[in-house]
């Protein structure tokens, strides 16, 4: 969807829960078959918060703050209406919403780099069979040479 659509950018100017219509891009519905009530659909922004997001005292830089669009649809069978005090609730899910999804990517980055590190400590765990192997090589190799430097050749 693109950013230049007015209501795109009413959604992100706005930190609050919004109705929207529901003919707008944002919503994906089927064909409104045998319904006079249009479905009643809000949207509203959810910043994604990211580690680079914080600093050391843990506070998010809000200069740097990316946000997704949050599209809520009532059940199209039904007459309701969003409500204010629903809409007010829908704020407060979307800031958990926001804290989940950061949650998220700090275990899949954590899930990465524990991957990353099972691999290079097998690599290490490898490097270091095929350097006692080396050694085992070189040490045999001391012994024979020592050995036949010590006794005389078919005196």
Request: proline share 6%; charged share 20%; with cysteine.
């Amino acid at each position: 969807v693109p950013f230049s659509l007015p209501v795109v950018s009413e959604v992100f100017k706005s930190s609050r829960a919004m109705r929207i219509p529901y003919t707008c891009p944002l919503v994906r519905i089927g064909p409104l078959v045998a319904r006079y009530v249009q479905p009643e659909v809000v949207a509203l922004r959810v910043p994604l918060l990211n580690l680079s997001n914080f600093q050391i005292n843990d506070w998010p830089d809000v200069s740097a703050k990316s946000y997704a669009i949050m599209v809520l649809i009532l059940p199209t069978d039904s007459t309701r209406k969003w409500r204010d005090h629903e809409l007010e609730l829908v704020d407060v899910v979307a800031d958990q919403v926001a804290v989940a999804l950061s949650h998220a990517a700090i275990l899949e980055e954590s899930m990465r780099a524990s991957d990353q590190l099972v691999e290079q400590n097998g690599a290490l765990d490898l490097a270091r069979r095929e350097a006692e192997l080396a050694i085992h090589a070189r040490n045999d190799f001391l012994a024979v040479l020592n050995h036949e430097m010590r006794t005389p050749m078919h005196a």
